[in-house]
């Protein structure tokens, strides 16, 4: 069974920096996304960045400039660099997975880390 466990979340104030990891229980190379999605108070969970196989990279237009992902195949692990953090980045942070296969998609995810950003 695929688990996936978060680090780093915690408590920053408004402008501060926090690296969240997300260490797999399997090879990633079976995954063709690694990615990270957050979940505000309210809020339906949305995507904050992911990365391809490929190295290919996505980031949400709210953290362009501002986060950082970055995968580590040897560690199997994902990671998430914040700096110029906002109030408005307090949220859950999810780790997530892909595995596409044939006919199939398969989305993995974590149990979250919680990131409170102070005004």
């Not at 953290?63 to 990671?79: C, E, L, P």
Request: aromatic content about 10%; proline content about 1%.
């Amino acid at each position: 069974q695929v688990q996936l466990v978060e680090s780093g979340g915690g408590l920053v104030q408004t402008g501060g920096s926090l690296r969240l990891s997300c260490v797999a229980s399997i090879s990633t190379l079976r995954f063709n996304f690694m990615g990270w999605y957050r979940q505000a108070a309210g809020n339906e969970r949305t995507l904050v960045a992911n990365i391809h196989s490929t190295g290919t990279i996505n980031y949400a237009d709210s953290v362009k400039g501002r986060f950082t992902i970055s995968r580590d195949y040897a560690k199997n692990a994902v990671y998430l660099q914040m700096n110029s953090l906002k109030p408005e980045d307090t949220a859950v942070y999810y780790c997530n997975a892909v595995e596409m296969l044939r006919s199939s998609v398969t989305n993995y995810w974590g149990k979250g880390t919680l990131v409170t950003v102070s005004s």
